[in-house]
C-alpha cells in the first residue's frame, strides 16, 4: 500500500471509480427498477451522482488521479454491473442491484470522511469543504436508498 501522495492517490483513484460505478449501476437500475418511485429516486440521485464525479476529478487530477481500478473498486464495480444488467429480469435480481448501489454509496461515504480528515489535515479549505458536502449528500441519498430497500423487501416478501 503506497503512503504520502502516492497514498492520496489511490484514494482519489477509488473514489472516482467507484463514483463512475454508482453512476452506471444508478443509470441501469434507474430503467429497470420495478417500483417507479425507486426509479424517480434514482434519476434525481444521478445529477448529484454526475456532480461528486466531476469534483473528485478536479480534486484528484493535481495527484494525477484518474479513476484506476484497483482490487476493491474492481470488485464492487463488477459486482454492480453483473447485478444491474439482471435487474429488470424479476423482482429479487432488482433487489440485489438496488443492495449493491447501497453497499456502493456507504462505501463512498466512508471515502468522503476519510477525504475531510486528509484536507483538513493538508490544510486544503476547498477540498475540506466539497468532501463535507460530498458525505453529507451521499448519506442522505444512501440512507433514501436503504429505507426503500426495506420497503422493497416488503414488497417482495408480500407476494
Keep these: 500500500m503506497p503512503s504520502g ?4 492517490k489511490h484514494e482519489f483513484d477509488e473514489a472516482i471509480a467507484i463514483q463512475q460505478s454508482i453512476i452506471e449501476s444508478g443509470k441501469r437500475l434507474s ?10 429516486q434514482l434519476e434525481r440521485d444521478l445529477k448529484v451522482d454526475q456532480r461528486h464525479l466531476s469534483e473528485l476529478e478536479k480534486f484528484g487530477k493535481p495527484f494525477g488521479a484518474v479513476g ?3 482490487e476493491v473498486a474492481e470488485a ?3 459486482l454492480a454491473d453483473e447485478t444491474a444488467q439482471k435487474a429488470d429480469s424479476e423482482e429479487s435480481e432488482a ?3 438496488h443492495a449493491v448501489l447501497l453497499n456502493l454509496k456507504r462505501k463512498q461515504q ?5 477525504m475531510v480528515k486528509i484536507a483538513r489535515d493538508r490544510d486544503e479549505t476547498q477540498l475540506k ?4 458536502e460530498m458525505k453529507k449528500e451521499i448519506k442522505s441519498s444512501a440512507d433514501e436508498l436503504a429505507k426503500s430497500l426495506a420497503d422493497f423487501a416488503v414488497r417482495i416478501a408480500s407476494t
Excluded: C, M, N
Design 110 to 114: 466512508d471515502s468522503a470522511d476519510a
Design 68 to 70: 484506476e481500478r484497483e
Design 31 to 40: 430503467k429497470a427498477h420495478p417500483v417507479p418511485e425507486v426509479q424517480k
Design 76 to 78: 464492487l464495480g463488477t
Design 95 to 97: 433487489y440485489e442491484a
Design 5 to 8: 501522495t502516492e497514498f492520496i
Design 129 to 132: 469543504e466539497a468532501a463535507s
